[in-house]
Each structure stands twice: as structure tokens, then as C-alpha cells.
């Protein structure tokens, strides 16, 4: 099993990276404007991460590995701009939230998933100025918290977390553990 972990260049790709690296777990990484199709073929599973700034080249090139995930039936985690681009791929809907969300919080587990297992809640971290407003079609809401209602989203193999799993402790890492062993 090998995840592609794609970067765009989030400041928290390494941690993603530190995660994988504490659980095992085999990788490439590739910026996001590197990604081939050989990269795609080669992995099990993608992990898109956060970003620093806006850019259409950027979105570009994350929605097409988001339609590929979606059409070849692979795992995808989208992980806060990459759950947002996620929504916006599938014709989903982001909001701007009235302030800089940054800190942990509490997400209250509305449905029980392969990504959280048993759990009720969970401790994340957030960074983020947008969140998830609309879910595309066939996505359900699978975690909550006051600040985003869609904390943690689902249809099939594709994932979004508005947080960090890998910036959320023993919480995130089971996350992304779980992740990689569906």
C-alpha cells in the first residue's frame, strides 16, 4: 500500500508527512503541479493537503485528481482546502467564516464512519478562513462542530476534514491510521 500525498504547499505537509512516517505507512509526495499519472497509478490511496494561498493553478490541478479518485473508485482524504476543493470539485459550496478559525476544538461525531470508528468526539486542530457551507449531492456529514457543520464528510472512498488530522495528536494520528487502512 503507498498513499500519494499531494502538497500544496501547505505549511503543515511535513507533519503530514511525520504522521505517516510514525505509522508506517508508505508514500510519495508530489507538488501538486507535479502529479503524473504514473504517481496516480502507483498509489492505493490520496491525500490532498491544506494550502497557504488561493490560486487557480492550484484548484486546477487538485479538482482533476479529485475526478480521477472519484471515477477509478480510489480513497481520497482531502484535508481543510483540500476537503473545501473537494466540495467545490462536486459541486459543493465553501463560505468565508466571520473570523480566522485557529486552534483545537471538539467535533462531535453525528455518524458513525471508518475514519473515527467508535468514537463520539474527537480533539482537532484548525487553521482555517473558509469552511464547507453545501455538501455535493451524494455526501453525508459525518462530524460537526460550532464553528463548521461539516467537519468530517463522506461519499464512498472520498473523505474531507475541514481540520488537521495531522496537526490533532493521538486523535488525528488515529484518523489518518484509519485512512490508510481502508
Known amino acids: 500500500m503507498q498513499v500519494l500525498v499531494v502538497d500544496n504547499l501547505s505549511p503543515f505537509t511535513s ?3 511525520n504522521c505517516l512516517g510514525r505509522l508506517g505507512v508508505r508514500y510519495i509526495l508530489q507538488k501538486y503541479s507535479e502529479v503524473s499519472d504514473s504517481d496516480f497509478a502507483a498509489c492505493d490511496k490520496e491525500i490532498l493537503s491544506g494550502r497557504r494561498r488561493n490560486s487557480k493553478e492550484v484548484n486546477v490541478a487538485n479538482s ?11 480513497p481520497l482524504l482531502g484535508i481543510c482546502y ?6 467545490l470539485t462536486l459541486s459543493g459550496s465553501i463560505r468565508r467564516m466571520p473570523a480566522h478559525m ?4 471538539a467535533v462531535l461525531v453525528s455518524d458513525q464512519n471508518q475514519l473515527t470508528g467508535e468514537k463520539k ?3 482537532v ?10 455538501l455535493p449531492a451524494s455526501f ?8 463548521c457543520e461539516h467537519e468530517i464528510f463522506a461519499n464512498g ?3 474531507g476534514t475541514q481540520f488537521h488530522p495531522e496537526k490533532s495528536g493521538s486523535d488525528g494520528l488515529a484518523l489518518l491510521q484509519n485512512f490508510a487502512n481502508l
Open 15 to 17: 507533519d503530514i508527512l
Open 64 to 74: 482533476r485528481i479529485i475526478r480521477d479518485s472519484n471515477s477509478c473508485d480510489k
Open 82 to 87: 483540500g476537503a473545501e476543493i473537494i466540495a
Open 102 to 105: 485557529q486552534g483545537n476544538i
Open 121 to 123: 468526539s474527537i480533539s
Open 125 to 134: 486542530y484548525e487553521s482555517h478562513g473558509y469552511c464547507v457551507a453545501r
Open 140 to 147: 453525508r456529514s459525518l462530524a460537526s462542530s460550532q464553528y
Open 157 to 159: 472512498k472520498i473523505y
